[in-house]
């Protein structure tokens, strides 16, 4: 059965970096791999995402310049690279997969459990 599993989250210091990895048990090596957010009292937002050949990555403004995702289809991994975490980036983290080119939340079809990062000082 396919299943995402998000590892990496925790508490850091405003202006640290932070690695969240989604380790992917099924085939998803032709599927959009994405990133979501969800903090207290919010809609889960768009975050991050990379096409299924890693040619393609699509990044919301709100962490562009700060984050960065990768994958590995070899391992079937993907990463979330922060960095210059902020207060506002606190959030439960959600990996997800997709099988078109999209940054809408029903279009994706494989979500993890998502992985808690807060950023306090």
């Known amino acids: 059965q396919a299943q995402l599993v998000e590892s990496g989250g925790g508490l850091v210091q405003p202006g640290a970096s932070l690695t969240l990895s989604c380790a992917a048990s099924?085939?998803?090596?032709?599927?959009?791999m994405g990133w979501f957010r969800q903090a207290p009292g919010k809609k889960r937002e768009f975050v991050t995402a990379?096409?299924?050949?890693?040619?393609?990555?699509y990044t919301s403004d709100s962490v562009k310049g700060r984050f960065t995702i990768s994958r590995d289809n070899s391992k079937n991994t993907i990463d979330l690279h922060m960095s210059d975490l902020k207060p506002e980036d606190t959030a439960v983290y959600y990996c997800?997969?997709?099988?078109?080119?999209?940054?809408?939340?029903?279009?994706?079809?494989?979500w993890g459990q998502g992985t808690q990062v807060t950023v306090s000082s």
């Open positions: 990379i096409a299924w050949d890693g040619g393609r990555t």
């Open positions: 099924g085939s998803f090596t032709m599927y959009l």
């Open positions: 997800a997969a997709s099988t078109v080119a999209t940054m809408r939340e029903s279009e994706y079809n494989y």
